[in-house]
């Protein structure tokens, strides 16, 4: 599993023009779910975020976490963060799921995630989304749960 995350004061997600999901200040994930993934790197993927120290407090600029600030999370499902670029002109996208595996691998996430007490929001899987938000920072890390390819 792989994710962009970025700390936002705030983001949200549209479908044809409909707001679907809005946070507050916490973290934006965009996620996507590789083809050899499992629970376990979904259960690993979650407790990362949930402890992510990228939040300002105590004095220093990266010592909080979603938990402690009691944050928001908005996860997005992202396959083309797992596109492969490395040949051609045009993404290989040979290292992600096929959409069954991935929704379900993805619903986990959000869930596992809520159960650390984050209040999570989502985009809709498999659909043209418009993706807004007001980076923090800004502050953007890329986290694998183990090496994609």
């Not at 934006?28 to 083809?35: N, P, T």
């Not at 979650?46 to 009691?70: C, E, N, P, T, Y």
């Not at 043209?128 to 980076?135: D, F, P, Q, R, T």
Request: some cysteine; glycine content about 10%; aromatic content about 6%.
């Amino acid at each position: 599993m792989r994710a962009v995350v970025q700390r936002v004061k705030e983001a949200w997600v549209l479908i044809e023009g409909e707001e679907v999901a809005r946070i507050g200040q916490g973290l934006l994930i965009l996620a996507g779910v590789a083809a050899d993934d499992g629970p376990e790197d979904v259960a690993h993927m979650a407790q990362k975020l949930a402890h992510l120290r990228v939040f300002a407090g105590d004095g220093k600029l990266m010592h909080l976490s979603l938990l402690d600030l009691k944050a928001e999370a908005l996860v997005v499902s992202q396959f083309t963060i797992l596109g492969d670029c490395r040949k051609g002109r045009r993404p290989s996208f040979d290292h992600a799921a096929p959409p069954e595996m991935a929704e379900k691998l993805y619903e986990y996430l959000a869930a596992a995630l809520a159960g650390y007490g984050v209040k999570v929001s989502t985009g809709r899987f498999r659909q043209m989304m418009e993706v807004g938000l007001i980076n923090d920072g800004p502050v953007t890390l890329l986290l694998d749960s183990k090496k994609v390819f």
